[in-house]
């Protein structure tokens, strides 16, 4: 993480101790106390909050028996420790908010930079692949890579061939390992998928077990996912696929909804590519009156 992280007050203790010590053996007013915000500043940067917390009350003490050895006077006593522990916890509050605010656009950066570097792999992947099955695999692949995250990775992808009134898992990617290729479900009992066929429309939402038929409901409760973004595959004007990205307890945002559509685009072009590509080469081969090979 960013920045490095303490795992014990104990030699900052010490610290706030000595300097308590130094300031107390200087016998006059020199000036010496800005020193007890030292502990306080690393600890602020390089720990984490409630070790902060920790501190302030020992930096408070240190601070009162300071003043006790000068002889200062109650009121002024509690002038001083109002003071110093107002400034140090605004201190702490105000470095760990801008460490929490520096960290989340670090990871931010990082996840725009692994989002571009898997849209360039998925753009190169899918259009140099001449094979639809092997462009299927990859675009359902990618699609869950491209939407999970270094804090997110329990998505799962799948790819759904659609046949009249039933759909046909073709190709899926599960980080658990687990898988449902060939598995049959009728269109009628999946009422995302459902939605997708009749509208022609990506949808995305939490998933209804409820409204989902027997078979459907089993596939789903199998993998634990709860919600889903549902994107059409068209070739040639024609609906032919569905690729899906699922969550497991977490919502599909927005912006990861556009990545699947993304994603979604891709695959359509790289399966009208490979399409055409084998046509053009089964009449390379065949004779398109007899239909011997040539």
């Known amino acids: 993480s960013f920045p490095p992280r303490r795992s014990s007050d104990l030699p900052l ?3 706030t101790a000595a300097i308590g010590c130094l300031i107390h053996s200087a016998a006059i007013s020199t000036g010496l106390g800005s020193l007890l915000l030292l502990p306080l500043l690393y600890s602020a940067f390089y720990g984490d909050q409630w070790e902060s917390y920790v501190l302030i ?6 601070q009162g028996l300071i003043g006790l050895s000068n002889n200062d006077s109650g009121l002024v006593m509690i002038r001083l ?4 522990v107002a400034l140090l916890v605004m201190i702490s509050v105000a470095a760990h908010a801008l460490r929490r605010h520096l960290q989340a656009t670090v990871d931010e950066a990082k996840e725009e930079a692994r989002q571009s570097a898997v849209v360039a792999k998925a753009t190169q992947s899918l259009t140099t692949s001449l094979n639809p099955l ?6 359902t692949r990618l699609a869950t890579d491209l939407t999970s995250s270094f804090k997110i990775s329990a998505r799962r992808g799948q790819y759904f061939a659609v046949d009249g009134d039933t759909l046909t898992i073709l190709a899926d990617s599960d980080p658990t390992g687990m898988s ?3 598995v049959k479900v009728p269109l009628a009992e999946h009422p995302m998928a459902r939605a997708v066929v009749a509208t022609g429309q990506a949808v ?3 998933i209804e077990l409820d409204e989902c038929g027997p ?5 789903i409760e199998r993998f634990g996912v709860t919600h889903g973004s549902y994107v059409p595959i068209n070739l040639h004007g024609k609906l032919t696929g569905i690729l899906s990205v699922s969550g497991r307890g977490e919502a599909i945002q927005p912006g990861v909804f556009e990545r699947v559509r993304l994603i979604g685009s891709l695959t359509e072009l790289a399966l009208t590519n490979a399409s055409r590509h084998q046509v053009v080469e089964e009449q390379a081969l065949t004779d398109p009156l007899t239909r011997l090979a040539n």
């Open 81 to 84: 420790l109002v003071f110093w």
């Open 215 to 219: 078979a459907v409901r089993a596939v």
């Open 13 to 15: 203790l010490i610290t």
């Open 180 to 182: 449902a290729i060939e």
């Open 204 to 206: 995305n939402g939490p």
């Open 134 to 139: 092997e462009v299927i695999q990859n675009a």
């Open 57 to 62: 009350p020992a930096l408070a003490i240190t």
